[in-house]
């Protein structure tokens, strides 16, 4: 599977952009690139994912490279209320279809 | 609100006890998951079941044994639990288990075993 890396934490100020970087150097051609995030003592969130197109939803924009072996997701203006762990996730192929890995995500905290 | 439900939100059992937590998703959804969280640890994988039937066992004790009657329903049954098995157990259901369907997750079960 391949594997994430993430900053362990990150601040940024409310109204700001929050960008937040993942490395994934080895992404096979077909996985996809998922964000999810855990507000504190709730479930997770499903955010937005890509495979090799950059994506924007309501939420946020994901900017992939073009070597696909990094990502940012990008918080436009950020609120007090997405200070959360946001995980960077590679979904596996084959026949781990379902098999979210979830990693230790960066803790973002986003201050007035 | 995400359309997964879990009840109890927090439970308290001794190890003798017998429980089971209950998880329904009101999305459609073809596919259901259980999590377990215990703290300063990242999510893992328990039970995944496709259309009823279960697809993955990551090696879970026998104490845990999942139950999933409909694509609607799913359950955790416990019994004999250890004080190391307090955790935050999530469910989570998607459209199907293909590579693009994202996962829908419920505000998990806070357990707590004595």
């Known amino acids: 599977d391949a594997k994430t890396t993430q900053p362990t934490s990150m601040d940024c100020a409310e109204g700001r952009a929050a960008n937040l970087p993942c490395n994934h150097s080895?992404?096979?051609?077909?996985?996809?690139v998922y964000w999810y995030r855990q507000i504190h003592s709730q479930g997770p969130q499903y955010i937005i994912h890509?495979?090799?197109n950059n994506e924007t939803n309501e939420m946020a924009s994901l900017i992939i490279t073009e070597d696909r072996k990094s990502s940012t997701l990008i918080l436009p203006h950020a609120t007090l209320r997405d200070t959360a762990v946001y995980y960077c996730?590679?979904?596996?192929?084959?026949?781990?279809?379902?098999?979210?890995?979830f990693g230790q995500g960066t803790i973002l905290t986003v201050h007035p | 609100e995400t359309g997964v439900t879990q009840t109890p939100r927090h439970l308290v059992m001794g190890m003798t006890n017998k429980k089971s937590l209950k998880c329904e998703q009101h999305l459609g959804h073809n596919a259901m998951y259980w999590y377990k969280q215990s703290a300063k640890k990242p999510l893992e994988l328990m039970f995944v079941y496709n259309f009823k039937e279960q697809t993955e066992n990551n090696s879970v004790p026998s104490r845990f044994s999942p139950e999933c009657p409909n694509s609607s329903h799913l359950f955790l049954h416990l019994h004999t639990l250890q004080p190391e098995d307090s955790a935050l157990y999530l469910c989570?259901?998607?459209?199907?288990?293909?590579?693009?369907?994202?996962?829908?997750f419920g505000p998990g079960t806070r357990l707590t075993v004595t």
């Open positions: 996730i590679v979904h596996p192929g084959g026949t781990s279809y379902g098999k979210l890995t």
């Open positions: 890509g495979l090799k």
């Open positions: 989570a259901s998607s459209q199907d288990l293909g590579l693009s369907y994202e996962q829908y």
């Open positions: 080895t992404i096979s051609g077909n996985e996809y």
